[in-house]
C-alpha cells in the first residue's frame, strides 16, 4: 500500500533553513507528481508546491517562490522540500501527497516551528 | 488565484440524517473539484474527485454533485465515523487552492 513518510522539521528562527524529506513507497514513484501541502496549527489547508513525476516541471504558492525549492530523487524514492529564508507564517505541518495534479494519498506530515 | 469558499461553516446533524454541504469557486474549474475529509490528528484523506467520482474505498452514501463553480457534497445517512471537517479543493489552475472547511458535528 502507499506509505509516505515526512521528516526534517524542527523549530528554527526567522530566517533560517530547514530541509523536509519524504520517503514513499508502495506505488511506481517515478511516475507520479508530488505535492507540498501545509497546515497551521487550528487552521485550513494550503498547498505550497508540486513537481512532475521527472522532475522537469516545479509549480509553487506565490508566498514561498524564491525561498522553496521542492526536489525528488527517483532512484531513492524521495521528495524534498529545501526551505530558506523562514518566516513565522511558514509554521505549519507539512504533508507530501501522492497525485500528479490532485493530492490523492498524503503522509502523516511534520511539523515546522519558526519562532524567535 | 481561485478563491474556494464553503458554507456553512459548522453543520450540526443527528446520525442517521442526510448532509449537504457546498462550495463555490470564485471562477469555473470544470470538473476539477476534489473533496476532502479530516479527522483530528489525522491526515486529509480523499473522497471525491472530478466532481462526482469516489476515491478508492469510500462509501456509497458519500456523494459529490455540481458544476463549473457551484459543488455540493451529499452524507446521505450520517454515520458516527463521518463527524469531521470537510473540505473542498480546486485543481484546475495555479495555484491549487482548499475552501475554510466545513466541521461536521453531532447534533
Known amino acids: 500500500q502507499v506509505q509516505l513518510v515526512e521528516s526534517g522539521g524542527g523549530v528554527v528562527q526567522p530566517g533560517m533553513s530547514l530541509r523536509l524529506s519524504c520517503a514513499a513507497s508502495?506505488?511506481?514513484?517515478?511516475?507520479?507528481?508530488m505535492h507540498w501541502v501545509r497546515q497551521a496549527p487550528g487552521k485550513g489547508l494550503e498547498w505550497v508546491a508540486l513537481i512532475s513525476f521527472d522532475g522537469s516541471n516545479k509549480y509553487y504558492k506565490d508566498s514561498v517562490k524564491g525561498r522553496f525549492t521542492i526536489s525528488r530523487d527517483n532512484s531513492k524514492n524521495m521528495l524534498y522540500l529545501e526551505m530558506n529564508s523562514l518566516r513565522l507564517e511558514d509554521r505549519a505541518l507539512y504533508y507530501c501527497a501522492k497525485g500528479s495534479m490532485l493530492p490523492q494519498t498524503w503522509g502523516q506530515g511534520t511539523l515546522v516551528t519558526v519562532s524567535s | 488565484e481561485i478563491v474556494m469558499t464553503q458554507s456553512p461553516a459548522t453543520l450540526s446533524v443527528s446520525p442517521g440524517e442526510r448532509a449537504t454541504l457546498s462550495c463555490r469557486a470564485s471562477q469555473s474549474v470544470y470538473s476539477n473539484l476534489a473533496w476532502y475529509q479530516q479527522k483530528p490528528g489525522q491526515a486529509p484523506r480523499l473522497l471525491i474527485y472530478g466532481v462526482s467520482s469516489r476515491a478508492t474505498g469510500i462509501p456509497a452514501r458519500f456523494s459529490g454533485g455540481g458544476s463549473g463553480t457551484e459543488f455540493t457534497l451529499t452524507i446521505s445517512s450520517l454515520q458516527s465515523e463521518d463527524f469531521a471537517l470537510y473540505y473542498c479543493?480546486?485543481?484546475?489552475?495555479?495555484?491549487?487552492?482548499f475552501g475554510p472547511g466545513t466541521k461536521v458535528d453531532i447534533k
Open positions: 508502495g506505488f511506481s514513484f517515478d511516475t507520479y507528481g
Open positions: 479543493h480546486q485543481y484546475f489552475d495555479w495555484p491549487l487552492t
